[in-house]
C-alpha cells in the first residue's frame, strides 16, 4: 500500500497562484506515476495532471499553459504549480499513485479562487 498525504490548498484570488504538495509513503516501489485529480461540487473527479517515473507529464486541456507538475524522487513527493487561477479551478484536489492494482489516493486538499 501508498499513503498519499497533500498540503497546500487554501483560498486564493482569481490571478493568484497556489502550490501543492503530496508526500507518498509506504510501498513506494510499487509506484509507477503519480498525478493530480480534482472534484467540484456536483461535478464528476477529473484529472488535472499525471507524471510518470521518467518524469513525462500530462495535463488537462483546461489547465495547461497555467499549471506544472513536477516530482522530487529523493523526497518521493509531487507538486503541483498552479498559476494564473480561475474561479472555476475551484474544487477539492486529490493526489493519486498508480500502482498495481487499484490506485491509491490521498484524503483531499482544498483549492478556492474567490475574490
Known amino acids: 500500500q501508498v499513503q498519499l498525504v497533500e498540503s497546500g490548498g487554501g483560498l486564493v484570488q482569481p490571478g493568484g497562484s497556489l502550490r501543492l504538495s503530496c508526500a507518498a509513503s509506504?510501498?513506494?516501489?510499487?509506484?509507477?506515476?503519480m498525478g493530480w485529480y480534482r472534484q467540484a461540487p456536483g461535478k464528476q473527479r477529473e484529472l488535472v495532471a499525471t507524471?510518470?517515473?521518467?518524469?513525462?507529464?500530462n495535463y488537462a486541456d483546461s489547465v495547461k499553459g497555467r499549471f506544472t507538475i513536477s516530482r522530487d524522487n529523493a523526497k518521493i513527493t509531487v507538486y503541483l504549480q498552479m498559476n494564473s487561477l480561475k474561479p472555476e479551478d475551484t474544487a477539492v484536489y486529490y493526489c493519486?499513485?498508480?500502482?498495481?492494482?487499484?490506485?491509491?489516493w490521498g484524503q483531499g486538499t482544498q483549492v478556492t479562487v474567490s475574490s
Open positions: 493519486n499513485a498508480r500502482i498495481p492494482g487499484p490506485d491509491s
Open positions: 507524471i510518470s517515473n521518467s518524469g513525462s507529464a
Open positions: 509506504g510501498s513506494i516501489r510499487s509506484v509507477y506515476a
